[in-house]
């Protein structure tokens, strides 16, 4: 039996997974689904399954999430193999789209019906994405819940301007890709390196976190890393709900001639700072181990239902704050919103910019008007 | 072949967003318009009232002129032209000269020497003056008048409305139609053409608000007292409704333009919530239900936000307080359901729809809001076709200079 599977379902998840395979050229079993035969067949995975072939005709599934769910049931047989033959199942998708949505549900449930240790990385909506993706989101997040695996939730919207330029969301997404396969990497040496004696625990990856931030250094820069840490408590905490936990991961491929607690030690202070400060370590066989070691910090806010469903729906509030705020809000120096949001037609042309505000984006976004189409 | 025509011929160019149209009309005995016929062709690649493609855009005006000579059987040779655009600035201007310490009676050099002076006046670089129209004379004791020759008088002050706009852009609309052989006779603001196609003399002295929704853009004039005190144009126009109704909806723009015009409405009612309309969608394989109501709403916004944006200008002009006239609604967009109430709401003044003045000839055209800026190009051509009639060869000698002049300062 393998270890472990990696599966990117969706164009989103399967972007990650093609930039994680760039990266990391890694050897195993790992899955392209989705129902699109353009995203399919354009992943570097081994295994590629277009889904829902008589449904959609391999042209996708538009966004429509029950139709993604039916699919998912009824190619069941041809999923269950892959759930067979692995111990440990990590699965990246997008939410908000259909297919990742539907399916990281569906292995959810399979993963606890079958008792598999699942662990999932999925991508939020950006902002500027339709109310429909937000809501599909959501809704997914409220179902995920049920289930004991672990999920690391990436918000596309705070990626924008530290990840690439704001107005940039194609960078963003690029660059968030290219970092995110760094956690993979780790999930994946972890499984990889398990053995009977020392079982790969699940429990060492933070579930249910919603990441506020995410740095990765050397060993060279660890030394300056606390202050780099501090700033990006302050979100955690003014979020005030009981329920709320601040998180820390920080996870290290370390060279056999550093002990664990010289890395420990660095994060002493830090320790005390979060709720739940999780330490990976990989250690890797390689030669050239200088080059490898860094690591990743990723801090975020984890906790139970009432705190996930808040963090959501601010998360959907803020889409109409931010673009309801625009004309009180400081404009950069050209005076345009530097929004990702489409203004159609009036992408060419002059703008119309009244009192720093970009007339050509659609009213009711700006307004903060709820349409339900 | 072509007609001799009896009588001079007038013809109005308007370059829009969605339509290039071009009015023929004669120029019959007692200054009588006789319209001929209206030619429309669509717009190619002009947004908010400004050409983006400019081969494209010269190709629509060339189909707009050929069909109108095809429909009225007239050789079109020069035009009145509209112009608009996003970049059009108004504003009051004082211009003031001494008639000596004992004064002087008033002629019409003194006139002419206040005329000059207001169009020596330093504009932001790159504007060039387009209209400067005589609000009222006043005299050393206060008192106003229109036609103050004849009257003694220590000082003269004039108070005129300027329009000016950003030459380059300006070049490009005036090159597309020269570039054709087609000889401009004059430039007209568009929303100034619109008003002399629907307001009375009385009407304007009475005051009056015209707002032309255009396709691309909204212009505005005010008249109060019988003379312009104000105008304006706004960036934004029907387009941005389709466009938002395209974005909510996730259609292509043609598509959410079908559902503007066959369902809009600005309108919210019981009735619009329940109702829903099924579309097709080509990014979809099959048919959706909209809820007629989230259409009223996106449409609603915008169309909302345009009026409370010229209701904020009007607010800072000094008339404002004291404007009781009628607001009239112009434009294709004037044909929108509810557009009525939605104005009287926000501007807290009566408000109608307009209706062109009377014409002669072709009457198929006047309940076309959309074409009165055409309409009223005629109209603003009969003031200067009747003056060089009036002045005779001398007159029109003249007239061809200034027009001549008037093409080298765009052109330059």
Known sequence: MTKNVVVGIGKAGINLLDEWILAEEPSGLFYALDADFSSVEGSLAERRILLGKEATKGLGTCGDLELASKIFEEEEPRIEQILEECEHLLVLSGLGGAMGSAGLQFFSRKASERIKTLSSIAFLPFHSEAFSRQDTARKTVQELLEFPHQFIFFSNEKAKGVFGPADDPLRVYRNLNKKVSSIISCWYHLTQAATEEAPFDSTNFPSLLFVEDFYSFSLRGVEKLPDKIQPYLQPAKDVGLEQNRKVAWVCFFLSPTKTEEDLRSLFKAEESLFDRFYLSIIRENRENMDAREEGFVLIGNAAGEKFIETEIEKQLERTDTILADNKSSTQPDDGLQKDSISTGIFTKGYKTVHKGVNLDLPAFLRKGISIKI | ?412
């Open chain 2, 1 to 412: 072949m072509f007609w001799k025509k009896e009588w001079p011929i007038l013809v109005g160019l308007e370059i829009g967003t969605s339509k290039i149209a071009c009015s023929v009309a004669e120029l019959r005995e007692g200054g009588e318009l006789y319209l001929l016929g209206i030619a429309e062709s669509p717009s190619l690649n002009v947004r908010k009232g400004e050409i983006v493609d400019f081969e494209l855009a010269q190709k629509s005006v060339h189909d707009a002129i050929v069909e109108a000579e095809a429909k009225t059987n007239v050789a079109i040779e020069e035009v009145y032209l509209a112009i608009s655009g996003a970049h059009i600035r108004s504003f009051n201007s004082k211009v003031v000269i001494s008639l000596g310490e004992d004064g002087d009676r008033i002629d019409q050099k003194h006139l002419m020497e206040l005329r000059s002076l207001v169009r020596q006046q330093a504009l932001p670089t790159g504007q060039i003056l387009l209209h400067d129209l005589l609000k009222t004379y006043s005299l050393d004791d206060g008192t106003l008048t229109e036609n103050p020759i004849g009257l003694f008088s220590k000082k003269l002050t004039a108070e005129y409305h300027l329009i000016s706009g950003i030459a380059t852009r300006l070049q490009t609309t005036v090159r597309c139609v020269k570039e054709l052989s087609i000889d401009i006779c004059n430039y007209c603001l568009s929303i100034f053409a619109t008003a002399q196609a629907v307001l009375t003399r009385s009407q304007k002295m009475q005051g009056a608000i015209v707002i032309d929704l255009g396709a691309g853009l909204t212009d505005y004039i005010v008249y109060h007292g019988g003379i312009i005190v104000h105008s304006g144009v706004i960036g934004v126009g029907q387009d941005h409704l389709t466009n938002d109704l395209a974005l909510a909806l996730r259609i292509p723009f043609p598509q959410a333009e079908e559902i503007k015009k066959h369902f809009g409405s600005f309108k919210l009612g019981s009735e619009s919530i329940k109702k829903r309309l099924t579309t097709s969608n080509h990014l979809l394989p099959e048919e959706r239900l909209v809820p007629y109501n989230a259409i009223v709403k996106i449409m609603r916004a915008r169309q909302e936000e345009i009026f409370e944006i010229i209701k904020e200008d009007l607010e800072m002009q000094s008339f404002w307080p004291h404007f009781t006239g009628t607001i009239y609604l112009t434009g294709g967009g004037s044909k929108i359901d509810g557009v009525e109430e939605l104005a009287q709401k926000i501007f807290g003044h009566p408000v109608k729809l307009a209706e062109s003045l009377p014409f002669k000839g072709d009457q198929s055209y006047l309940d076309r809001p959309d074409l009165y800026t055409v309409l009223g190009l005629l109209r603003y051509g009969r003031i200067f076709e009747m003056e060089s009639l009036k002045e005779g060869l001398l007159g029109k000698m003249r007239s061809s200079l200034l027009r001549f002049l008037g093409n080298i300062k765009f052109l330059n």
